[in-house]
């Protein structure tokens, strides 16, 4: 009996996996991005070598580094138990390094030692770690045993970021008694006393480290890492009152977590989102913009004779659409990041179409809403520069709206600036001479002017008050001011007009 128990906690069921069966493939896609995962071999101080695995992503853009977590197992666990890990920490662009302790899973070794023998394990790591260039931070996450590894490891590197300490247990010594009434040994105290006097020797002999000097509580007071400490409220193979005893001595920056489950159930998903949290605050991951390739923007938007990869911003039309559909929203989102293909085969949509479905929903609340459509001098102009043709449209519609009374009001500024970009709306009747007016136009040159005006949502620009002359002091004095409500009313009706034309110009001139 007194064997077993030695086995129990030197030598417990050893893991024998499949490394391709287990882990996550060698390339494989997470959260719409590619990662690969890297297998690697270490040699600890005691010439054990170690099984590694490190998931980075696919692609990394130049002098860019990025943190990185090491994943600790328990006793009886392997770097496959990361895996749940690399879906918290991946899609954060926080890379997952992983291993088999000495004695558990793949890795060289007889015998664990909850710990004291691991830390040395981790001082490798961290060591390899520190030597990789793409690297700039690192974290430690234990569970069981690698709680207490990281315990024991963060006392010496203070330059750890942070830790998060899951199920990590006080003093084994007095944990080992606890176990005894847990599994109902009905023996004397002093007998109880004797057989770990006993174990003690054995283990020392075995596995070279003394079991009185895993006392972690005496370890709190030296660690000043930020810490998310968490504990099954059920676990009754290492009871709650450990992480209460660790937390409680520890001098560090420090959080616990209580959650409903024993020592080895599933973790909670709040728990998970806490933990990605957590690391998020103490790594200060770089961000990353995703990046489609164009074989898939072309399959899903048709771009018709504007190509990706020929001059253009491959995320242009994307930013172009997220931008309006956030107009739309009382509550827009502040992410420009650009939507997921979907997978499989789709119908394909056309940008104009897109952008014509966004403009229908746009909602004018006040003036700076209408600078995404001006430049600097309040004019629409065209990206090569040729807007002489433009410019005479302009005008002539100007003077056709200017019969239409008092809705077509000079009095403020916003009237003034739309009446310089006029060609693109206007009442129905306008229709048929901006239709000729888009007509003259070279096809591709208006496809331009269109994204030149749609994509300036990207930048605000203050728009600077124009001097008002003598006689247009007197038109506006003379002139009644519409209501706000009807102004507002009318603002939204012409700008999405003016919007819809400039799509049908751009129709008709490709049916030309």
Not at 345 to 352: D, G, H, L, P, Q
Request: proline letters at 5%.
């Amino acid at each position: 009996m007194i064997e077993q128990f030695i086995n129990f906690v030197i030598r417990p069921p050893r893991a024998d996996y499949n490394p391709d069966q287990y882990l996550w493939d060698s390339e494989f896609t997470l959260a719409g991005r590619k990662y690969k995962r890297i297998d690697l071999e270490l040699t600890n101080g005691r010439g054990h070598t170690l099984k590694c695995s490190h998931y980075v992503p696919a692609t990394v853009p130049e002098n860019t580094a990025l943190p990185c977590v090491i994943y600790c197992h328990g006793n009886s666990g392997c770097r496959a138990d990361a895996n749940e890990a690399a879906v918290i920490l991946l899609p954060s662009n926080i890379t997952l390094f992983t291993l088999d302790f000495s004695g558990s899973g793949l890795s060289e070794g007889d015998y664990v030692s909850l710990g004291w023998h691991e830390k040395d394990d981790l001082k490798c790591v961290v060591s390899y770690l520190r030597k990789d260039k793409q690297i700039s931070c690192i974290g430690l996450w234990g569970r069981s045993m690698g709680a207490v590894t990281s315990l024991l490891y963060g006392a010496e590197d203070p330059s750890i970021a942070g830790m998060v300490l899951d199920s990590a247990f006080a003093n084994l010594y007095d944990l080992m008694m606890e176990l005894v009434d847990v599994y109902k040994i009905r023996v004397p105290k002093f007998t109880v006393k004797m057989a770990v006097q006993y174990m003690r020797r054995v283990i020392q002999r075995r596995a070279k480290f003394d079991i009185m000097d895993l006392n972690v509580v005496q370890y709190a007071p030296k660690t000043f890492i930020p810490a998310l400490f968490g504990h099954g409220s059920k676990d009754i193979f290492i009871p709650p009152h450990h992480c209460d005893r660790i937390y409680d001595g520890y001098a560090g920056d420090k959080n616990i977590i209580k959650f409903d489950g024993d020592h080895n159930s599933p973790r909670p998903q709040f728990y998970y989102d806490s933990v990605s949290i957590f690391f998020y605050n103490v790594l200060r991951p770089p961000l990353i913009p995703a990046v489609l390739s164009s074989t898939k923007l072309e399959k899903y938007y048709d771009l018709g004779g504007l190509k990706v990869g020929t001059g253009k911003n491959e995320s242009l039309l994307y930013e172009i659409i997220s931008s309006l559909r956030a107009v739309s929203t009382d509550k827009a989102s502040s992410s420009s990041a650009p939507p997921s293909v979907p997978n499989g085969s789709s119908s394909t949509k056309s940008v104009v179409k897109l952008l014509a479905e966004s403009v229908s929903q746009i909602s004018i609340n006040n003036e700076n809403d209408l600078d995404f459509l001006l430049d600097e001098e309040h004019n629409l102009k065209e990206v090569d520069g040729d807007s002489h043709s433009t410019e005479s449209c302009l005008l002539g519609n100007k003077s056709h709206e200017g019969q239409n009374g008092e809705e077509c009001s000079l009095s403020s500024s916003n009237r003034e600036s739309w009446g310089r970009c006029s060609s693109l709306g206007g009442n129905s009747d306008d229709a048929s001479s901006s239709g000729r007016c888009t007509a003259n136009l070279n096809p591709q040159k208006h496809h331009q002017i269109t994204l030149k005006a749609l994509a300036t949502p990207l930048r605000r620009i203050r728009r600077k008050k124009s001097p008002r002359t003598k006689d247009r002091k007197l038109m506006s004095f003379n002139w009644r001011k519409p209501k706000k409500e009807k102004m507002e009313k009318e603002e939204r009706e012409t700008l999405t007009q003016r919007l819809r034309l400039c799509f049908l110009g751009h129709k008709r001139a490709q049916s030309a």
